[in-house]
T-cell receptor, first 113, second 115 residues
Framework: GENVEQHPSTLSVQEGDSAVIKCTYSDSASNYFPWYKQELGKGPQLIIDIRSNVGEKKDQRIAVTLNKTAKHFSLHITETQPEDSAVYFCAASFGGTGNQFYFGTGTSLTVIP | GAVVSQHPSRVICKSGTSVKIECRSLDFQATTMFWYRQFPKKSLMLMATSNEGSKATYEQGVEKDKFLINHASLTLSTLTVTSAHPEDSSFYIC???????????FGPGTRLTVT
Protein backbone atom coordinates (compact mmCIF):
# COMPACT_ATOMS: atom_id res chain seq x y z
CA GLY A 1 0.00 0.00 0.00
CA GLU A 2 0.86 3.67 -0.04
CA ASN A 3 3.31 5.09 2.51
CA VAL A 4 3.50 8.81 3.20
CA GLU A 5 6.35 10.35 5.15
CA GLN A 6 6.30 13.91 6.43
CA HIS A 7 9.08 16.18 7.69
CA PRO A 8 9.77 17.94 9.92
CA SER A 9 7.64 16.80 12.85
CA THR A 10 7.97 20.21 14.52
CA LEU A 11 8.78 23.58 13.03
CA SER A 12 9.19 26.98 14.65
CA VAL A 13 9.46 30.16 12.62
CA GLN A 14 9.42 33.86 13.35
CA GLU A 15 6.34 35.76 12.32
CA GLY A 16 6.72 36.96 8.76
CA ASP A 17 9.14 34.20 7.75
CA SER A 18 8.29 31.32 5.44
CA ALA A 19 7.56 27.75 6.46
CA VAL A 20 8.06 24.66 4.32
CA ILE A 21 6.78 21.18 5.07
CA LYS A 22 7.74 18.23 2.90
CA CYS A 23 6.12 14.89 2.18
CA THR A 24 7.13 11.87 0.16
CA TYR A 25 4.94 9.07 -1.09
CA SER A 26 5.70 5.59 -2.36
CA ASP A 27 2.97 4.65 -4.84
CA SER A 28 3.26 6.28 -8.24
CA ALA A 29 -0.45 5.61 -8.81
CA SER A 30 -1.38 8.28 -6.23
CA ASN A 31 -2.75 11.28 -8.06
CA TYR A 32 -4.31 13.57 -5.46
CA PHE A 33 -2.41 15.33 -2.68
CA PRO A 34 -4.30 17.46 -0.14
CA TRP A 35 -2.98 19.39 2.84
CA TYR A 36 -4.92 19.78 6.06
CA LYS A 37 -4.58 22.17 8.99
CA GLN A 38 -5.70 20.95 12.39
CA GLU A 39 -6.09 23.25 15.35
CA LEU A 40 -6.18 21.88 18.88
CA GLY A 41 -9.38 19.99 19.64
CA LYS A 42 -10.78 20.41 16.14
CA GLY A 43 -11.07 18.34 13.00
CA PRO A 44 -8.63 18.78 10.10
CA GLN A 45 -9.48 21.49 7.60
CA LEU A 46 -8.59 21.22 3.92
CA ILE A 47 -6.39 24.20 3.04
CA ILE A 48 -5.04 23.36 -0.39
CA ASP A 49 -4.74 20.39 -2.71
CA ILE A 50 -3.04 19.44 -5.94
CA ARG A 51 -3.59 16.80 -8.57
CA SER A 52 -0.88 14.93 -10.36
CA ASN A 53 -1.38 16.76 -13.65
CA VAL A 54 -0.27 20.03 -12.03
CA GLY A 55 3.17 20.95 -10.71
CA GLU A 56 2.27 23.89 -8.52
CA LYS A 57 -0.78 25.54 -7.04
CA LYS A 58 -1.04 28.75 -5.06
CA ASP A 59 -3.73 30.31 -2.91
CA GLN A 60 -2.72 33.63 -1.38
CA ARG A 61 0.04 32.86 1.17
CA ILE A 62 -0.15 29.11 0.69
CA ALA A 63 1.35 27.11 -2.14
CA VAL A 64 1.89 23.44 -2.87
CA THR A 65 4.45 21.96 -5.25
CA LEU A 66 4.51 18.45 -6.63
CA ASN A 67 7.40 16.50 -8.13
CA LYS A 68 5.93 13.29 -9.56
CA THR A 69 9.28 11.93 -10.66
CA ALA A 70 10.75 12.19 -7.19
CA LYS A 71 7.41 11.40 -5.55
CA HIS A 72 7.42 14.31 -3.19
CA PHE A 73 5.27 17.34 -2.55
CA SER A 74 5.65 20.35 -0.31
CA LEU A 75 3.56 22.97 1.44
CA HIS A 76 4.87 26.51 1.46
CA ILE A 77 3.46 29.19 3.75
CA THR A 78 4.78 32.70 3.24
CA GLU A 79 4.52 35.71 5.56
CA THR A 80 3.56 33.46 8.44
CA GLN A 81 1.22 34.75 11.12
CA PRO A 82 0.57 33.49 14.67
CA GLU A 83 -2.78 32.11 13.54
CA ASP A 84 -0.93 29.78 11.18
CA SER A 85 0.23 27.87 14.27
CA ALA A 86 -1.35 24.41 14.08
CA VAL A 87 -0.62 20.84 13.05
CA TYR A 88 -0.42 20.28 9.32
CA PHE A 89 -1.01 16.91 7.65
CA CYS A 90 -0.26 15.91 4.10
CA ALA A 91 -2.06 13.06 2.39
CA ALA A 92 -1.95 11.02 -0.79
CA SER A 93 -4.81 9.31 -2.55
CA PHE A 94 -5.57 7.43 -5.73
CA GLY A 95 -8.42 9.89 -6.16
CA GLY A 96 -12.07 9.32 -6.82
CA THR A 97 -15.02 8.55 -4.65
CA GLY A 98 -14.36 5.99 -1.97
CA ASN A 99 -10.60 5.85 -2.23
CA GLN A 100 -8.67 5.87 0.99
CA PHE A 101 -6.39 8.74 1.94
CA TYR A 102 -2.96 7.99 3.36
CA PHE A 103 -1.85 10.60 5.85
CA GLY A 104 1.55 11.81 6.90
CA THR A 105 2.49 11.92 10.56
CA GLY A 106 1.90 15.64 10.91
CA THR A 107 3.98 18.77 11.45
CA SER A 108 3.42 20.98 14.46
CA LEU A 109 4.05 24.54 13.27
CA THR A 110 4.62 27.33 15.77
CA VAL A 111 4.81 30.91 14.55
CA ILE A 112 6.58 33.08 17.11
CA PRO A 113 5.25 36.64 17.31
CA GLY B 1 -18.41 25.29 1.15
CA ALA B 2 -18.57 21.67 2.23
CA VAL B 3 -19.60 21.24 5.85
CA VAL B 4 -19.47 18.07 7.90
CA SER B 5 -20.96 18.05 11.37
CA GLN B 6 -20.50 15.61 14.23
CA HIS B 7 -22.63 15.08 17.27
CA PRO B 8 -21.92 15.07 20.11
CA SER B 9 -18.71 17.08 20.32
CA ARG B 10 -17.92 15.64 23.74
CA VAL B 11 -19.32 12.68 25.59
CA ILE B 12 -18.50 11.03 28.89
CA CYS B 13 -19.88 7.57 29.52
CA LYS B 14 -19.46 4.81 32.03
CA SER B 15 -17.58 1.65 31.28
CA GLY B 16 -19.84 -0.99 29.74
CA THR B 17 -22.29 1.40 28.13
CA SER B 18 -22.66 2.20 24.43
CA VAL B 19 -22.21 5.55 22.74
CA LYS B 20 -23.43 6.66 19.31
CA ILE B 21 -21.68 9.36 17.31
CA GLU B 22 -23.37 10.94 14.30
CA CYS B 23 -21.64 12.32 11.22
CA ARG B 24 -23.57 14.43 8.73
CA SER B 25 -22.65 16.07 5.47
CA LEU B 26 -24.75 19.22 5.63
CA ASP B 27 -24.62 20.58 2.10
CA PHE B 28 -23.51 17.73 -0.13
CA GLN B 29 -24.11 14.07 -0.75
CA ALA B 30 -21.48 11.61 0.36
CA THR B 31 -21.64 8.01 -0.74
CA THR B 32 -18.43 7.40 1.18
CA MET B 33 -17.59 8.48 4.71
CA PHE B 34 -14.62 7.53 6.83
CA TRP B 35 -14.16 7.12 10.55
CA TYR B 36 -10.84 7.91 12.16
CA ARG B 37 -9.41 7.72 15.62
CA GLN B 38 -6.73 10.13 16.74
CA PHE B 39 -4.50 9.80 19.78
CA PRO B 40 -2.87 12.89 21.33
CA LYS B 41 -0.20 14.39 19.09
CA LYS B 42 -0.60 11.57 16.57
CA SER B 43 -1.83 11.28 13.04
CA LEU B 44 -5.23 10.08 11.94
CA MET B 45 -5.79 6.34 12.18
CA LEU B 46 -8.38 5.06 9.74
CA MET B 47 -10.86 2.75 11.45
CA ALA B 48 -13.34 2.01 8.70
CA THR B 49 -14.77 3.11 5.38
CA SER B 50 -18.52 3.59 5.38
CA ASN B 51 -20.46 3.27 2.13
CA GLU B 52 -24.10 4.20 1.87
CA GLY B 53 -26.31 1.17 1.61
CA SER B 54 -23.63 -1.43 2.24
CA LYS B 55 -21.55 -2.84 5.04
CA ALA B 56 -18.60 -0.86 6.27
CA THR B 57 -15.07 -1.97 5.50
CA TYR B 58 -12.95 -2.16 8.62
CA GLU B 59 -9.20 -1.74 8.84
CA GLN B 60 -7.10 -4.54 10.21
CA GLY B 61 -7.21 -4.67 13.98
CA VAL B 62 -10.49 -2.76 14.33
CA GLU B 63 -13.25 -4.86 15.90
CA LYS B 64 -16.37 -4.53 13.79
CA ASP B 65 -18.60 -5.86 16.58
CA LYS B 66 -17.30 -3.20 18.93
CA PHE B 67 -17.38 -0.27 16.53
CA LEU B 68 -20.69 -0.52 14.70
CA ILE B 69 -21.05 1.66 11.64
CA ASN B 70 -24.25 2.45 9.83
CA HIS B 71 -24.49 4.60 6.71
CA ALA B 72 -28.20 4.70 6.10
CA SER B 73 -28.38 7.76 3.87
CA LEU B 74 -26.18 9.85 1.61
CA THR B 75 -25.75 12.42 4.35
CA LEU B 76 -25.54 10.43 7.58
CA SER B 77 -23.19 7.85 9.03
CA THR B 78 -23.15 6.72 12.64
CA LEU B 79 -20.46 5.09 14.75
CA THR B 80 -21.57 3.20 17.85
CA VAL B 81 -18.96 2.24 20.39
CA THR B 82 -20.42 -0.76 22.17
CA SER B 83 -19.54 -1.86 25.68
CA ALA B 84 -17.11 1.00 25.98
CA HIS B 85 -13.96 0.67 28.07
CA PRO B 86 -11.50 3.32 29.26
CA GLU B 87 -9.07 2.33 26.50
CA ASP B 88 -11.71 3.43 23.97
CA SER B 89 -11.31 6.99 25.20
CA SER B 90 -10.09 8.99 22.24
CA PHE B 91 -10.84 11.67 19.68
CA TYR B 92 -13.04 10.25 16.93
CA ILE B 93 -13.27 12.10 13.63
CA CYS B 94 -15.44 11.41 10.63
CA UNK B 95 -15.00 12.64 7.10
CA UNK B 96 -16.98 12.61 3.89
CA UNK B 97 -16.02 12.65 0.25
CA UNK B 98 -18.28 14.74 -1.90
CA UNK B 99 -19.73 12.53 -4.65
CA UNK B 100 -17.90 12.86 -8.00
CA UNK B 101 -15.11 14.73 -6.26
CA UNK B 102 -11.68 14.10 -4.84
CA UNK B 103 -12.00 16.30 -1.76
CA UNK B 104 -12.43 14.79 1.69
CA UNK B 105 -13.97 17.02 4.34
CA PHE B 106 -13.67 16.38 8.05
CA GLY B 107 -16.06 16.83 10.91
CA PRO B 108 -15.02 18.71 14.06
CA GLY B 109 -14.44 15.51 16.01
CA THR B 110 -15.93 13.89 19.09
CA ARG B 111 -14.02 13.60 22.33
CA LEU B 112 -15.05 10.34 24.03
CA THR B 113 -14.12 9.74 27.65
CA VAL B 114 -14.99 6.42 29.24
CA THR B 115 -14.85 6.37 33.02
Amino acid sequence: GENVEQHPSTLSVQEGDSAVIKCTYSDSASNYFPWYKQELGKGPQLIIDIRSNVGEKKDQRIAVTLNKTAKHFSLHITETQPEDSAVYFCAASFGGTGNQFYFGTGTSLTVIP
Amino acid sequence: GAVVSQHPSRVICKSGTSVKIECRSLDFQATTMFWYRQFPKKSLMLMATSNEGSKATYEQGVEKDKFLINHASLTLSTLTVTSAHPEDSSFYICSAIRDFSYEQYFGPGTRLTVT
